[in-house]
């Protein structure tokens, strides 16, 4: 069972300024991570047998037309076991139905949840024989957000790991193209992670304390426009290197062991 994409373009930060919404082949079709109603969505969806509707993670650059697509679909909405509420805050929708891990959406001939959260704590994908819908979790080209106070590095490496382990045939990103050689995308993505892991750790050993005196011995190079991320993400590889006991870090300082 295949994967029909359609890119919708959204308020966003991220480069492309579009999200990928994506609809599986056949009968009692999924409908994925629907950022708003536009035109061509709406055509594909009406050219669809939509039954189910369900989204990676609860950022409102993949959820914003939940609501619309519910109601002009009928279709069950499914939300993270555990996430209802936040759920409901971010699209307006009660769902009709929760998943977990492994869960199969009976369409068409059963999509798998997969947990992949770190980019946000609720963040799942969707899989089938042809691939992964894989939301923010990897793209084809440079590397994902990962920032606290939501990103959690330390789930974010595990959900890689779980990725690549699986072997998929495709992912199918939020952002950027499809991603047809998921195994090195995800070991790109780790060996990125753990080099500015190194970087981070070396800053606090050199003495930077506050994490913006970590982000500007950790970072080489011109953060105009994406600092805040970038500090983010700074403080999320903290949490992870004082979880594993590399150093330590209250939330507002950071010392050598």
Do not use: Q
């Amino acid at each position: 069972m295949g994967w029909h994409r359609v890119n919708v373009a959204v308020e966003s930060r991220a480069p492309t300024g579009e999200t990928a919404a994506y609809l599986s082949d056949g009968p009692a079709a999924l409908l994925a991570d629907p950022a708003r109603r536009t035109e061509r969505l709406d055509g594909a969806v009406a050219a669809a047998d939509v039954e189910h509707l369900a989204v990676t993670h609860h950022h409102p650059d993949h959820v914003g037309a939940v609501a619309a697509y519910a109601e002009v679909t009928g279709a069950t909405v499914w939300a993270r076991r555990g996430r209802t509420d936040d759920f409901e805050a971010a699209t307006g929708v009660v769902p009709d139905r929760t998943f977990a891990e492994g869960t199969t959406i009976p369409a068409a001939d059963g999509v798998t949840v997969v947990d992949l959260p770190g980019h946000a704590p609720e963040h799942v994908g969707f899989a089938t024989d042809a691939g992964v819908v894989s939301g923010d979790v990897a793209v084809a080209e440079g590397s994902v957000v990962v920032g606290a106070p939501e990103g959690d590095m330390r789930a974010y490496f595990s959900s890689l790991r779980r990725l690549h382990a699986r072997t998929p045939t495709s992912l199918y990103p939020g952002h950027g193209p499809t991603i047809e050689a998921p195994r090195a995308v995800c070991r790109r993505l780790l060996a990125h992670r753990r080099r500015r892991e190194r970087r981070v750790h070396a800053a606090v050993e050199s003495g930077a304390e506050t994490a913006d005196d970590v982000l500007d011995r950790a970072y080489r190079k011109d953060l105009t426009g994406v600092r805040d991320f970038a500090r983010a993400t700074v403080i999320a590889h903290l949490e992870k290197l004082a979880v594993e006991g590399a150093l330590r870090w209250n939330g507002e300082r950071a010392k050598p062991l």
